[in-house]
């Protein structure tokens, strides 16, 4: 995961893939629905 593109997710300026957020979510050892809280 680049830190450019995580940030322009933050932005609003990068669509995540659904498998991306899944991703995301095990690295931060987290359900995926806890990103959209």
């Known amino acids: 995961?680049?830190?450019?593109y995580?940030?322009?997710i933050?932005?609003?300026?990068?669509n995540p893939?659904?498998?991306f957020l899944v991703k995301l979510a095990?690295?931060?050892e987290i359900?995926?629905?806890q990103l959209f809280d």
Do not use: N
């Not at 995961?1 to 450019?4: I, T």
């Open 6 to 8: 995580l940030a322009g």
């Open 10 to 14: 933050e932005r609003g300026e990068e």
């Open 26 to 28: 095990e690295a931060l």
């Open 17 to 19: 893939s659904l498998a």
């Open 31 to 33: 359900h995926p629905a």
């Open 1 to 4: 995961m680049a830190m450019r």
